[in-house]
């Protein structure tokens, strides 16, 4: 099983910035498929961005344009880039790997707090 470990998150004003970090416990060429995804109180997890083996990205439509996915190989590590943040991008922020097998990992989630 593959350890993620999320960092990066905090407390920040609105139209602020923070830049997540997952660090994997093994190579992150073994995975298919990583992505981060988020969950608010009393609301379901999100997919907020994901990136293929193949480095094709996918984001949801409230991030687009303010936050950028992207992956550092030698580190295997994961990260995001939250520029322009809003209020309600508050959330813990869980990264996601899907490995080739088909064996999904998360990790423990990192808060993010964007006050207005």
């Known amino acids: 099983q593959v350890q993620l470990v999320e960092s990066g998150g905090g407390l920040v004003q609105a139209g602020g910035s923070l830049r997540l970090s997952c660090a994997a416990s093994?190579?992150?060429?073994?995975?298919?498929?990583m992505g981060w995804y988020r969950q608010a109180p009393g609301k379901q997890r999100d997919m907020v961005a994901t990136?293929?083996?193949?480095?094709?990205?996918s984001y949801a439509d409230s991030v687009k344009g303010r936050f950028t996915i992207s992956k550092d190989n030698a580190q295997d590590t994961l990260y995001l880039q939250m520029n322009s943040l809003k209020p309600e991008d508050t959330a813990v922020y869980y990264c996601?790997?899907?490995?080739?097998?088909?064996?999904?990992?998360w990790g423990q989630g990192t808060q993010v707090t964007v006050s207005s």
């Open positions: 996601y790997a899907r490995s080739a097998s088909g064996i999904d990992s």
């Open positions: 093994r190579s992150i060429f073994s995975f298919d498929f």
């Open positions: 990136t293929s083996v193949y480095g094709v990205r």
